[in-house]
T-cell receptor
Framework: GQSLEQPSEVTAVEGAIVQINCTYQ??????LSWYQQHDGGAPTFLSY????GLEETGRFSSFLSRSDSYGYLLLQELQMKDSASYFC??????????FGTGTQLKVEL | GAGVSQSPSNKVTEKGKDVELRCDPI?????LYWYRQSLGQGLEFLIY????????KSGLPSDRFSAERTGGSVSTLTIQRTQQEDSAVYLC?????????FGPGTRLTVL
């Protein structure tokens, strides 16, 4: 089976940098994804790491270490609109995703 | 182009009734997924369709839940004899590969 752990809540101030960690235990692993979900909205794709290292997309970066079963999402230059829940998800066999329980990010002035 | 659509957006039903939830995926996406999300919780995998292969039903919580995908496109999730614990948002996603594109969900409330 698959299990993922991420912090339930993170608070940061506007303009700061925040890192959301995700550790996983899986029976099969093909990659780690990150999704953003605003209250009442649908999850939207942010990034996908299949290989070790850092992937950068604008203000967001995602990191993966397969040997440590660990990844993180890094958000820079935080904006109020970044307040949302962030989910890591492991891709197992057959394109199936197992999601973590989510981290609620609160951005304050 | 159009994204994933789901209907109805909200459904209120009485305990014991059957409900059908519909998902229209993005055209050309071969994979379709159903998830359930309870308030403040993560996404619980329910079922996965990939092309013409047999669906992965490993996440369905009981035999009251079933789903079908007709013609490799539209999918319907059916919940029979609904219970109060079935109340949640049911999300559908389609995918051409690694990225899943989610619909807006159906909020199901069982009274």
């Amino acid at each position: 089976g698959q299990s993922l752990e991420q912090p339930s809540e993170v608070t940061a101030v506007e303009g700061a940098i925040v890192q959301i960690n995700c550790t996983y235990q899986t029976s099969g692993f093909y990659g780690l994804s990150w999704y953003q979900q605003h209250d009442g909205g649908a999850p939207t794709f942010l990034s996908y790491n299949a290989l070790d290292g850092l992937e950068e997309t604008g203000r967001f970066s995602s990191f993966l270490s397969r040997s440590d079963s660990y990844g993180y999402l890094l958000l820079q230059e935080l904006q109020m609109k970044d307040s949302a829940s962030y989910f890591c998800a492991v891709k197992g066999g057959g394109n199936k995703l197992t999601f973590g329980t989510g981290t609620q990010l609160k951005v304050e002035l | 182009g159009a994204g994933v659509s789901q209907s109805p957006s909200n459904k209120v039903t009485e305990k014991g009734k059957d409900v059908e939830l519909r998902c229209d995926p993005i055209s050309g996406h071969t994979a379709l997924y159903w998830y359930r999300q309870s308030l403040g919780q993560g996404l619980e995998f329910l079922i996965y369709f990939q092309g013409n292969s047999a669906p992965d039903k490993s996440g369905l919580p009981s035999d009251r839940f079933s789903a079908e995908r007709t013609g490799g496109s539209v999918s319907t999730l059916t919940i029979q004899r609904t219970q109060q614990e079935d109340s949640a948002v049911y999300l559908c996603a389609s995918s051409p590969g690694d990225t899943q594109y989610f619909g807006p969900g159906t909020r199901l409330t069982v009274l």
